[in-house]
């Protein structure tokens, strides 16, 4: 685990130093300053408070005493079925994404995630603790109750999930993107994501495959203009606590 977290730091460095000196949007130091050090503190406080709750420690838990084992017949040593699991984890992040769109009260606490204005790598964990509070609820049902898959897949599909994560939210872009787009979720798809018009970010909900969005037409491959919730400006971290729990804005 800690070479996974290694990992990361690394990734996360390398991102931010890429859209520092290469950015494919201009913006202020003032806004990329005010940006980094509320997106800091969101996910600081986030990870804080599942430190608290010892939230990894609840899906030991449930595999243990929980746990219907639905999956338990597979071999996830095999390495087929280990790539086919990873392969499925995400088709299932890319259903909570969607229905993180499409449901109300999930929506409530999605859309602050959207208020960014400052797409960049930090933007990638940037998400309000309810809807991480719910996303370990329903990856905690789905996954270890009812399924039964091994802890330690479900942790890899969570790294891999931060890693591109980041990478798509990183504000660059780079010579074969659009045929890497093919395959993985890119910058310029996750930024059209982000887009200020709903019609263009109720699109792409895709994480770390594009295929998902192909398969189930959600797919739109185009550059949008502006990156942004409507007519909501910049957002400081208590600002964006309160945006999370208004239903309406």
Known sequence: MSRVIAISIVVFCI????????????????VKIK??????????????LFFIFSIGSL?????KFFSLHI??????????IFLGMIVFLDLLVYFWHLLNHKISFLWMFHK?????VYLNAMS????????????VIFKSLLLVVVFGIPIDIILISESLVILFSMFHHTNIAFRGEEML???????????THHSIDRADHDNNYGVVFSFWDRMFGTLLDKENKQIGLGNIKFQNFIKFLKF???YKY
């Open 181 to 191: 787009s093919k395959l993985i979720i890119v910058p310029y798809l996750h930024q």
């Open 244 to 246: 999370g729990f208004k």
């Open 35 to 48: 940006s980094y050090l509320t997106d800091g503190l969101i996910i600081v406080s986030n990870n804080f």
């Open 71 to 80: 999956l338990s017949g597979l071999d996830f040593s095999n390495i087929f």
């Open 15 to 30: 991102l931010i130093l890429w859209e520092l000196i290469f950015p494919k949007r201009k913006f202020s130091t003032s």
């Open 59 to 63: 899906y030991y838990i449930l595999e």
């Open 112 to 116: 602050a995630h959207h208020t960014e």
């Open 124 to 135: 990638g964990l940037r998400f309000h603790v309810g809807e991480l509070l719910l996303s």
